[in-house]
C-alpha cells in the first residue's frame, strides 16, 4: 500500500522531480564534498600541513608581509651533513670582522653560491659579509642582553613577558629556529671599491624599514632589488623584514620555497652533557681560496 502511493506520488510530481534533479545531485556533491574535507581533516597532522601551504598561499599572494615563524617551525629538516667551512676574503669579498664570530664560517655549498654571486658582480662592486654561521653559546648571549635590556626598561613586566618581547627582536635561540646557527644564512650588503655600502634605506640590522614598506626612494628600492636580484639567481631566499638577511637551505628558506618538508640544514651544534658541541664536519681548509 505504501510502496503504490509512493509511486502514484511520483507519477503525480515526475516534472518537478525531473526539474530539480540538477539541484539534488548539486546538493548531493556537495555533502560528499563536506564529508571526504571532514575526514581529511580529521588528522592533526594534515591540519598542520594544510595551515603551512595556506599560510604560504596568502604570502605569495601579498596578503601576508612575512611568514610567521609559527609555520617555519613547523618545516621539517632532514639533515644533509654539508660540512662548515672557512669564507676567506677576496678580491670580491670583504669581511666584516666586528660583527662576524671568528672563525667566519658557513656551509660548503652556501660558501660556493656566495662565490657564484661574487663573480657575477661588476668589477667596482664587492660584497660584504656582516655575520654567518653564529654559535649558539653567543645567540644566548644576545637572546639574554635584550631580555636584560627590556627589564632594565620595565622592571615590572617580569622576565617571561620580557622574553617574550624579545622575541620580536631576536630569534630565540631554545627554538632551533634561526638560519645562522644552522651556518645556512649569512648577512649581507653590496659595497664599493673602498668598502662603502650603497644606500639601502637604513644601517644593516635596523629593522625599522622593511622592504614591504613604501619609505624607500627610487635609488634605495633599486639597490635592494639588485642584491636580492643577484642572490635569489643562486637559490637564496631573502626574510622580507630585513633586507640584508640571505638563506639557502634551513627552516627560514624552505618556508618561503613552500617546501614543508624541504629543509636540509639543522642545527650546527647540540648541547651534550650541558655543552654545546658540533654534530657535522667542521673544515679548516682553505678550499674556497682562488
Given at each position: 500500500?505504501?510502496?503504490?502511493?509512493?509511486?502514484?506520488?511520483?507519477?503525480?510530481?515526475?516534472?518537478?522531480?525531473?526539474?530539480?534533479?540538477?539541484?539534488?545531485?548539486?546538493?548531493?556533491?556537495?555533502?560528499?564534498?563536506?564529508?571526504?574535507?571532514?575526514?581529511?581533516?580529521?588528522?592533526?597532522?594534515?591540519?598542520?600541513?594544510?595551515?603551512?601551504?595556506?599560510?604560504?598561499?596568502?604570502?605569495?599572494?601579498?596578503?601576508?608581509?612575512?611568514?610567521?615563524?609559527?609555520?617555519?617551525?613547523?618545516?621539517?629538516?632532514?639533515?644533509?651533513?654539508?660540512?662548515?667551512?672557512?669564507?676567506?676574503?677576496?678580491?670580491?669579498?670583504?669581511?666584516?670582522?666586528?660583527?662576524?664570530?671568528?672563525?667566519?664560517?658557513?656551509?660548503?655549498?652556501?660558501?660556493?653560491?656566495?662565490?657564484?654571486?661574487?663573480?657575477?658582480?661588476?668589477?667596482?662592486?664587492?660584497?660584504?659579509?656582516?655575520?654567518?654561521?653564529?654559535?649558539?653559546?653567543?645567540?644566548?648571549?644576545?637572546?639574554?642582553?635584550?631580555?636584560?635590556?627590556?627589564?632594565?626598561?620595565?622592571?615590572?613586566?617580569?622576565?617571561?613577558?620580557?622574553?617574550?618581547?624579545?622575541?620580536?627582536?631576536?630569534?630565540?635561540?631554545?627554538?632551533?629556529?634561526?638560519?645562522?646557527?644552522?651556518?645556512?644564512?649569512?648577512?649581507?650588503?653590496?659595497?664599493?671599491?673602498?668598502?662603502?655600502?650603497?644606500?639601502?634605506?637604513?644601517?644593516?640590522?635596523?629593522?625599522?624599514?622593511?622592504?614591504?614598506?613604501?619609505?624607500?626612494?627610487?635609488?634605495?628600492?633599486?639597490?635592494?632589488?639588485?642584491?636580492?636580484?643577484?642572490?635569489?639567481?643562486?637559490?637564496?631566499?631573502?626574510?622580507?623584514?630585513?633586507?640584508?638577511?640571505?638563506?639557502?637551505?634551513?627552516?627560514?628558506?624552505?618556508?618561503?620555497?613552500?617546501?614543508?618538508n624541504g629543509g636540509i640544514y639543522s642545527s650546527a651544534e647540540?648541547?651534550?652533557?650541558?655543552?654545546?658541541?658540533?654534530?657535522?664536519?667542521?673544515?679548516?681548509?682553505?678550499?674556497?681560496?682562488?
Amino acid at each position: 500500500m505504501i510502496f503504490d502511493n509512493l509511486i502514484a506520488w511520483f507519477i503525480d510530481n515526475k516534472d518537478l522531480i525531473i526539474a530539480k534533479i540538477p539541484l539534488i545531485i548539486f546538493i548531493t556533491c556537495l555533502i560528499i564534498i563536506l564529508i571526504c574535507v571532514l575526514i581529511y581533516f580529521k588528522s592533526k597532522r594534515r591540519r598542520r600541513h594544510f595551515a603551512f601551504h595556506w599560510h604560504h598561499l596568502m604570502y605569495r599572494l601579498g596578503i601576508r608581509k612575512t611568514i610567521s615563524r609559527r609555520y617555519v617551525g613547523r618545516v621539517h629538516v632532514h639533515e644533509c651533513y654539508d660540512p662548515l667551512v672557512p669564507i676567506i676574503p677576496t678580491k670580491k669579498i670583504i669581511l666584516n670582522y666586528d660583527t662576524l664570530e671568528q672563525p667566519v664560517l658557513i656551509r660548503k655549498n652556501v660558501l660556493k653560491k656566495i662565490n657564484k654571486v661574487a663573480d657575477s658582480l661588476p668589477d667596482n662592486i664587492k660584497i660584504k659579509v656582516y655575520k654567518a654561521f653564529t654559535s649558539k653559546q653567543t645567540l644566548n648571549e644576545m637572546f639574554e642582553k635584550i631580555v636584560n635590556k627590556i627589564l632594565e626598561e620595565d622592571p615590572k613586566i617580569g622576565r617571561h613577558e620580557a622574553i617574550r618581547m624579545a622575541k620580536y627582536q631576536s630569534t630565540d635561540p631554545s627554538g632551533n629556529l634561526g638560519g645562522h646557527e644552522t651556518g645556512a644564512a649569512i648577512d649581507i650588503a653590496f659595497c664599493d671599491d673602498s668598502g662603502k655600502d650603497f644606500d639601502y634605506g637604513s644601517n644593516i640590522f635596523d629593522r625599522s624599514t622593511p622592504s614591504y614598506k613604501n619609505v624607500l626612494n627610487k635609488e634605495q628600492k633599486i639597490n635592494r632589488k639588485y642584491l636580492v636580484k643577484k642572490m635569489k639567481k643562486q637559490g637564496f631566499v631573502n626574510f622580507p623584514a630585513e633586507w640584508w638577511h640571505f638563506s639557502y637551505g634551513d627552516r627560514l628558506w624552505s618556508a618561503y620555497k613552500g617546501k614543508r618538508n624541504g629543509g636540509i640544514y639543522s642545527s650546527a651544534e647540540t648541547n651534550i652533557n650541558g655543552k654545546y658541541q658540533f654534530t657535522i664536519p667542521v673544515k679548516n681548509s682553505e678550499f674556497n681560496k682562488r
